[in-house]
């Protein structure tokens, strides 16, 4: 059986890949963003739907389930740094709530603004992933 994965795995990880550091406030903001976002998907706890060579269908919107760590990431960065790069959704707008290091309700107001918004939930979840934050950092994303 391969080892357990986490969010805050997921979330580091993800942070690397986009060539920033894991600070409190990313982290928190992540965290709340995934706990809003719900589900299951495998290695997928933002819940994007772009398209990898190993990933598989989650639900019927098209929100995948892939195949390893790594390439949910990447997937996840992938989709983040187009919309970004195009100012597509909103996605420029939570990249550089990130790059700037903004307070998690910054970056996470910039989700909520954007096509991936989680209608209002991340900011709801924030002050609970605050309080509770080891215990949202070890919840298991994929195995």
């Not at 059986?1 to 903001?29: C, E, N, S």
């Not at 990933?55 to 892939?66: F, Q």
Request: positive net charge.
């Amino acid at each position: 059986m391969a080892p357990l994965v986490t969010r805050y795995q997921f979330a580091k990880a993800l942070l690397d890949r986009l060539g920033l550091k894991p600070t409190k406030r990313r982290l928190w903001a992540l965290l709340a963003w995934m706990q809003a976002e719900g589900g299951n998907a495998k290695f997928n706890p933002l819940n994007t739907t772009q398209e990898m060579p190993r990933a598989t269908d989650y639900n019927s919107v098209g929100v995948k389930d892939y195949a390893t760590l790594d390439e949910g990431v990447i997937a996840t960065a992938k989709t983040l740094d187009y919309g970004a790069r195009h100012d597509l959704h909103g996605y420029k707008a939570i990249r550089e709530a990130f790059v700037k290091n903004h307070f998690a309700s910054v970056i996470l107001t910039a989700v909520e603004r954007s096509e991936w918004g989680t209608g209002g939930l991340a900011l709801l979840c924030l002050p609970l992933i605050k309080a509770q934050f080891t215990k949202y950092c070890n919840v298991p994303i994929g195995q």
